[in-house]
């Protein structure tokens, strides 16, 4: 059964923004690190960043520290992605994670590491 649903990608000019949402059910949003990923075409997925339950925390890798932030709202279950000064080579499959674990150590940067994934939604960022 479908856990996670992301939704907002689309098509942007580089400079541009966009907010991926990502929908869950209660069950599995309740007390889950939230982490966001992506995967470029023809390269391997890669960390994004993450956000711990009561979204005191965050950390982003830093290809896009200072441009992406991570929010969440436990009221409705979903977990955003605000992506501002899009460059090209931010194109790729989103995809969010949750796991049920204390935030410690950087586990949260590692894909095995992570339970529930949704489908992805793609982002394409033109030149």
């Known amino acids: 059964q479908v856990q996670l649903v992301e939704s907002g990608g689309g098509l942007v000019q580089a400079g541009g923004s966009l907010k991926l949402s990502c929908a869950a059910s209660?069950?599995?949003?309740?007390?889950?690190?939230m982490g966001w990923f992506r995967q470029a075409p023809g390269k391997e997925r890669e960390f994004v960043g993450a956000?711990?339950?009561?979204?005191?925390?965050?950390y982003y890798a830093d290809s896009v520290k200072g441009r992406f932030t991570i929010s969440r709202d436990n009221a409705k279950n979903t977990v955003y992605l605000q992506m501002n000064s899009l460059k090209p080579e931010d194109t790729g499959v989103y995809y969010c994670?949750?796991?049920?674990?204390?935030?410690?150590?950087?586990?949260?940067?590692?894909?095995?590491?992570?339970?529930?994934w949704g489908q992805g939604t793609l982002v394409t960022v033109s030149s």
């Open positions: 994670a949750a796991e049920r674990r204390p935030w410690t150590s950087s586990w949260f940067m590692r894909q095995d590491a992570y339970d529930a």
């Open positions: 209660k069950r599995t949003f309740s007390n889950a690190v």
């Open positions: 956000i711990n339950w009561s979204g005191s925390m965050t």
